[in-house]
DNA sequence: CCACGTTCCACGCTTACGTCA
DNA sequence: GTTGACGTAAGCGTGGAACGT
């Protein structure tokens, strides 16, 4: 609920393009086309004692390649177990032995992010109804979880915390996205109670300006000709500021947005 | 104290799958 | 049976904070 409720206070609209940048090591890269011809479609890595095979059947259609990754160093990070998950690139069978990606991890470097049953294809999950209104009880309580609360709703759930964690990932995005919509249509109605006002201001102050032509010369008196209302103490004088708190009560009163006219005669101004 | 490398986490963007009209 | 739109789980790249050296 946090994020709704702070969405309120700040309006951030904009459009931005994130700088990408090059010093990733992508050792194959998705497409076919962009293949670094340096890297064979099977390698081995080793690394602190642990070793890695990544092997690569390029299939006919898909040329779904592995694609390892660093988020920022590079080898090291990989080394430390960070690797993403396999991909199998069948149509929608998964015993399709030879259009099959392989990898080999040494287990010991798995974390949670793993696949503990193997790395099997990427398939649909569907949440059951009764883990989504676990997950989004949870999520109403804070929008987003510590390690602790993420292992035990995993459990709960029985789910891999990954899984969790990606839910609530998703779930975020989606409050924002709903929020920038409701953010869009307020600054939308403000727009146009603006535009109005706009042209209601506009309007005025050709009416005003009318007015002045119309009247006679002795009604033009620059601002030094104030005057105090003898009997209520009230500024006089002056140009109409818009028509709205233009005339000042000396007392620090309340001058209720008369139209100010010059005292031309005192009591009949009060 | 500062610089640097590493790890972890959250986010934005994207992809791919399942469902439904 | 096919197709396109849509919802959403999951992957990837990135920035930033925290921590150790």
């Not at 994020?3 to 309006?11: E, I, K, R, V």
């Not at 989504?132 to 709703?153: C, D, G, I, R, Y």
């Not at 939308?188 to 109670?193: A, I, L, P, Q, R």
Request: aromatic share 6%.
């Amino acid at each position: 609920m946090g994020l709704d409720d702070s969405c309120n206070t700040g309006l951030v609209l904009g459009l931005g393009l994130s700088p990408t940048h090059n010093s990733y090591n992508y050792a194959i890269k998705k497409s076919s086309a962009t293949v670094d011809h340096h890297v064979n479609p099977s390698l081995t890595l080793s690394l602190s004692g642990e070793s890695y095979k990544v092997e690569k059947t390029v299939s006919g259609a898909g040329d779904q390649i592995y694609r390892q990754t660093s988020s920022h160093s590079g080898i090291s990070s990989f080394s430390s177990g960070r690797i993403k998950r396999e991909r199998e690139v069948c149509g929608d069978g998964e015993e399709e032995a030879e259009e099959t990606e392989k990898r080999v991890v040494c287990s010991s470097v798995r974390d949670d992010h793993e696949d503990e049953e193997g790395f099997s294809a990427r398939k649909k999950l569907r949440l059951t109804k009764q883990q989504s209104v676990l997950l989004e009880e949870n999520f109403k309580m804070h929008s987003t979880l510590n390690p602790k609360q993420k292992q035990a709703l995993a459990r709960q759930l029985s789910l891999r915390p990954r899984q969790v964690e990606v839910w609530f990932q998703n779930r975020r995005a989606r409050t924002k996205l709903k929020q920038t919509d409701v953010d869009c249509e307020f600054l939308k109605k403000c727009c146009e109670t603006l535009t109005d006002e706009n042209r209601r201001l506009q309007k005025e102050l050709q009416d005003l300006k009318a007015l002045k032509m119309s009247q006679p010369f002795y009604m033009h008196m620059p601002p030094a000709t104030l005057m105090v209302c003898p009997s209520c103490e009230r500024l006089g004088g002056g140009v109409a500021g818009g028509g709205r708190g233009s005339t000042v009560a000396v007392d620090g009163g309340t001058a209720k947005g008369a139209f100010s006219i010059p005292f031309i005669n005192p009591s009949a101004a009060c």
